[in-house]
């Protein structure tokens, strides 16, 4: 929680005005503790998660009967889409992800504390929260490369990795769904380059965004 009941005593504290985007935070949070912070992002992620993949969603429920023919199509054996399908989707995704995100990002709140992700002002600049994301982005691609190297195993893709093929035309709504213990797996994963390389809150934000979304 910001150490201010007012924005003037935060410019005090500063020793400047805020700008635009710090006045905003300090409206968002002023009044909210850290921990309710932090699983916000599971509710920025859900929002994320139904929006972004909508608009190709939807091209595909339009597209012309010639669109979807074989000449056109790099999986000419699946058949045509239904809203049903989709929905079918969403649904199995919300159930699978749900549930293990909610629940790592409470368990997790004491080791983003320890590690030290801040939530007061000021806010990182544009430069160093571009700098944090490519840090990060390297890290976590990398880290996962080997993670899905060892999902693709006998016993693990047997055993956990199968789940998330379970839907093999691809499609936004389908690109986290997995078994819980991959979700878990995955987490830790995406949670790694922040400890490594700790940040704002914010920052964190559009990480596990990225992390999940991406």
């Given amino acids: 929680m910001i150490p201010y009941t007012t924005a003037a005593e935060a410019e005090a504290a500063l020793g ?42 939807l091209l595909e429920l339009r ?20 809203p049903a399908d989709f929905i079918r ?15 790592l990002q409470l368990l997790s709140y004491p080791a983003v504390k320890m590690v030290g992700i801040r939530t007061g002002l000021p806010l990182p600049s544009v430069g160093e929260t571009v700098a ?3 840090v ?8 996962a490369y080997w993670v899905h190297r060892l999902l693709h195993t006998t016993w ?4 956990i990795h199968r789940v998330h093929h379970e839907y093999t035309a691809p499609n936004g709504f ?21 400890a490594m390389v700790p940040c704002h809150m914010t920052t964190f934000g559009i990480q596990s965004i990225e992390t999940h979304s991406g």
């Fill in 63 to 82: 597209a012309s009967a010639k669109l979807t023919s074989p000449a056109y199509k790099l999986q000419p054996r699946v058949r045509r889409r239904t």
């Fill in 132 to 134: 944090q994301l490519l």
């Fill in 136 to 143: 990060y982005f390297l890290i976590e691609d990398y880290l």
């Fill in 156 to 159: 693990a893709y047997k055993k």
């Fill in 16 to 57: 400047r005005a805020l700008t635009w985007p710090e006045a905003a935070w300090f409206r968002y949070s002023s009044a909210t503790p850290d921990y309710c912070l932090h699983f916000h992002i599971v509710l920025i992620l859900s929002v994320v998660y139904t929006l972004v993949p909508l608009p190709l969603v």
């Fill in 174 to 194: 389908a690109a986290p769904y997995a078994h819980w213990a991959e979700v878990l797996i995955l987490g830790v994963v995406a949670f790694a380059s922040p």
């Fill in 89 to 103: 989707c969403y649904k199995d995704t919300v159930r699978a992800l749900a549930p293990v995100t909610g629940a």
